[in-house]
């Protein structure tokens, strides 16, 4: 059973840096899946962040691209997040999920963690 | 990039009702789109991918269809369990993916 966990502070100041890290168990973040983070604001819908695969290779949303980081640790099979510089429009519950595509086919996001709440705020 | 939009952004229905909810990408997607139902305070949870192929464990009244940029996810006999926010998602441009805004589905 695969499943990922995110952790990290839930309240962070504005112009700071958000920093979670996703825990995965019953998967290999060194394995041939992606690994992303999408955010949910309070009451909207779902934005893609980002995604990083196995060789550290990384993916931004052209919107975010600036601020965003991820980063992999195999050896504790976690992947994580940092995001500098935010502000109010931050605050959102922030999933990792992992996503599949290879071979001309593409199964869908089809782990997700419980999703963090992470409120940007003085 | 490409932009996804579902319609309607929101419905009313009625236990045992056939639902449709559609979405429409700004340019060919191939069959990369994927649907998700959403519970409040939950993750969202994987239904259909590849436009109509059903993920495992979800109920057979679930169908999908459509490819290049018109698509269709269908409910066929609402059950109480299925009033949730639906989206739908494209990974033609994988690893990156956009999301249409939701559609939420409420009992009449």
């Known amino acids: 059973q695969v499943h990922l966990q995110e952790s990290g502070p839930g309240l962070v100041k504005p112009s700071e840096t958000l920093s979670l890290t996703c825990g995965v168990s019953?998967?290999?973040?060194?394995?041939?899946?992606?690994w992303a983070w999408i955010r949910q604001p309070p009451g909207k819908g779902l934005e893609w962040i980002g995604t990083?695969?196995?060789?550290?290779?990384?993916y931004y949303n052209p919107s975010l691209k600036s601020r965003v980081t991820l980063s992999m640790d195999t050896s504790q099979n976690q992947f994580s997040l940092r995001l500098t510089s935010v502000t109010a429009a931050d605050t959102a519950v922030y999933y990792c999920?992992?996503?599949?595509?290879?071979?001309?086919?593409?199964?869908?996001?089809?782990?997700w963690g419980r999703g963090t709440l992470v409120t940007v705020s003085s | 990039d490409i932009q996804m939009t579902q319609s309607p952004s929101s419905l009313s229905a009625s236990v045992g009702d056939r639902v449709t909810i559609t979405c429409r990408a700004s340019?060919?997607?191939?069959?990369?789109l994927h649907w998700y139902q959403q519970k409040p305070g939950k993750a969202p949870k994987l239904l259909i991918f590849?436009?109509?192929t059903l993920q495992s464990g979800v109920p057979s009244r679930f169908s999908g269809s459509g490819s290049g940029t018109d698509f269709t996810l269908t409910i066929s006999s609402l059950q109480p369990e299925d009033f949730a926010t639906y989206y739908c998602?494209?990974?033609?441009?994988?690893?990156?993916?956009?999301f249409g805004q939701g559609t939420r589905l409420d009992i009449k």
């Open positions: 999920a992992r996503d599949y595509c290879g071979g001309g086919r593409c199964s869908g996001t089809d782990y």
């Open positions: 019953g998967s290999s973040v060194s394995s041939s899946f992606f």
């Open positions: 990083i695969y196995r060789s550290g290779t990384t």
């Open positions: 340019q060919g997607i191939s069959t990369y």
């Open positions: 590849e436009a109509s």
């Open positions: 998602q494209q990974t033609y441009t994988t690893p990156s993916m956009t």
